[in-house]
């Protein structure tokens, strides 16, 4: 299958060429991406209930999950399926091939969510902040300034997808209750998300930012739009 060799790729050299798709080719990749992505889920919840078991860790409580469930059926959806996948693979998928405008979106997310979860400050402040961190950047980047990073992108393509990659893993450990137990044993709480980071990776180098975002939406959202239709 040709999806484990490019696997193997990227897991040795952080990169994928762009492969150009039909509509019908681009659903396909996705479907099997998604199948891919299932399968590498279920070993690490199956690893998550093993040690579960054995009384060894238990899970902690999700702090965010908690605070989606008050909210109604259909903004939930929007949140959990559109609005967040949007906002996640702008932030730690795009940034994976380097333009000026990417590398600043990139800063503008990865500035956003930093605020968010370590200030006290509302959401809002957060939003200007992190837009005025990004505009100043933009303004800063010139002709030599662009070069350089671009240069440094194309020689560091492993550490800049690893980095991305882990940031996007370890940004989850916040929608938990901060414990000893969790730091130490954050690598299986985190595991989920970078194997789902890796498949999102995946996507956006050979195909784009269009098809991450819908494998992301289509992983968030399938089970609470399921129950939504059975309620």
Known sequence: MNEFKNIWILI????????????????LLGLKLYGIL??????????????????????????????IKS?????????IAIIAPIIEEFTYRIGLLFTKTNLTITIIGISYFTLKNISEL????????AAGIGVVLYLSLNQKFVELFSNFWKMNKR??????LLIFGLSHIVNYELTTELLIFSPIVVLPHLVAGFIYSYARLNSGILLAICIHSFNNGIIPLVLLITE
């Open 38 to 67: 299932i399968l590498l889920k279920a070993f690490c919840f199956g690893l998550s209930y093993f040690l579960d078991s054995y009384g060894i860790f238990e899970m902690p409580k999700h702090i965010t999950g908690e605070k």
């Open 12 to 27: 040795k050299s952080g990169f994928l060429p762009k492969k150009k798709r039909n509509f019908k080719e681009t659903i």
């Open 71 to 79: 909210y109604g059926p259909v903004s939930k959806i929007l949140m």
């Open 159 to 164: 550490k800049i997808f690893y980095g991305l």
């Open 122 to 129: 509302e959401r809002l402040y957060c939003i200007l902040i």
